[in-house]
């Protein structure tokens, strides 16, 4: 039997080249090396409010996106996460078992909350959601990028830890992360992550800008001092746009080192732009064929759940005899 692969992505706002560096290229790289399940977390995206019209379209293009990425839903399963019950069945039961310091530490629920009035407690919980996720599956390894790492290390903590009180019950899951573009930076403000939320146009790469943004965004990145690239000296913005252009074309170190010691930013900027066009090009191309048929994505998106519902039935139903919880015979 194949080990089990699990990952999930939010469906706010558009996904960027952070999130396929990071986490969707790597899922399509191993796919066919596991069972693999990839979920579209919208349960996770109202944490933080959401225009409803919005989120709904979100998931759809969301879909579309892994799939014209190179997911293959004949071999793997696409979900959308609320299309599955047990997720937010078995995140109450683990809720209760989660120790809320553990949860007050994580460093994401720190910065989402910093400076705000209201803290929603979906925002505190959304961690144990993310363990349901993973657990419900018995998930073996959860390919991600390097930002999500605290959260499955308390997926670990929470399996274990009902294991210890209540038996043998979850697989400890494994993170997953990849060779290059674990963390990809701001262009603009290469000291801060890559993220959908953050402000400013030059801030993120998204996977469906047209090269002439791709381009605006890329020329005018943020590098350092330097006239030309030094690998002894570099700062973190040289540093970003090297990785991004390692990433997209598997370059080895010293392919890297020969090609670009010296060569001046300008240049710097025109290759990396040259690579990321090329390799979000057939992506975009899949993309615009694949969301003219809606009824296709509904199709793969309802397969998929019927698919996973009888593993996920399994699992709530060993919890809940576990922790002495009704099952109905
Ligand atoms: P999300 O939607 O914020 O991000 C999706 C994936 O993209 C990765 N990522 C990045 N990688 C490199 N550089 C960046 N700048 C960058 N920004 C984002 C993330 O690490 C992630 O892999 N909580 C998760 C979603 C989730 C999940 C799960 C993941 C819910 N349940 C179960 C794994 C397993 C999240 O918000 O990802």
């Known amino acids: 039997m194949k080990a089990r692969v699990l990952s999930g992505i939010q469906p706010t706002g558009h996904l960027h080249i952070g999130n396929y560096l990071g986490a969707l290229r790597n899922w399509v790289k191993i796919q066919h090396d596991y069972d693999s399940i990839f979920c579209i977390v919208d349960l996770h995206a109202i944490t933080v409010y959401q225009d409803p019209a919005a989120l709904k379209q979100q998931i759809t293009q969301l879909a579309g996106l892994f799939i014209a990425a190179g997911i293959d839903p004949k071999s ?3 979900i959308v996460q609320s299309s599955v019950a ?23 629920y720190k910065s989402k ?3 705000q009035d209201t803290i929603l407690s979906g925002l505190l919980q959304y961690p144990v959601l993310m363990a349901a996720d993973i657990l419900l599956y018995q998930a073996n390894i959860v390919p991600v990028g390097d930002d999500q790492r605290q959260h499955i290390e308390l997926a670990r903590d929470i ?6 009180l209540y038996g043998e019950t979850f697989t400890m899951p494994e993170t997953r992360l990849p060779m290059v573009g674990a963390r990809v930076m701001g262009l603009d403000d290469p000291t801060k992550k890559m993220s959908k939320s953050a402000a400013g ?15 605006k965004k890329i020329m005018r990145a943020t590098t350092d001092s330097n006239p030309a690239v030094d690998f002894e000296t570099m700062g973190p913005g040289v540093v970003n746009l ?3 252009f ?14 670009f010691s010296g060569l001046r930013y300008g240049d710097l900027k025109k290759a990396v732009l040259e690579a990321v066009v ?4 057939p992506i975009q191309k899949r993309y615009a064929e694949i969301t003219a048929d809606p009824a296709y994505l509904n199709g793969v998106l309802r397969e998929g759940a019927e698919r996973v519902r009888p593993i996920a039935e399994k699992t709530t139903r060993l919890v809940r005899e576990r922790m002495g919880i009704y099952n109905i015979d």
């Open 76 to 78: 793997s399963t696409v």
């Open 86 to 108: 047990q997720h937010s069945e078995l995140a109450w039961m683990l809720t209760c078992m989660t120790p809320l310091g553990w949860l007050e530490r994580m460093t994401q």
């Open 113 to 115: 909350t910093e400076n």
């Open 159 to 164: 399996a274990q830890r009902f294991n210890s």
């Open 201 to 215: 146009t030059g801030h993120s790469i998204g996977l469906l800008d047209t090269p002439a943004e791709m381009k």
């Open 242 to 244: 090297l990785n991004i």
């Open 246 to 259: 390692q990433a997209f074309t598997d370059w080895s170190d010293d392919q890297m080192k020969n090609h």
């Open 278 to 281: 090329a390799g979000l090009e």
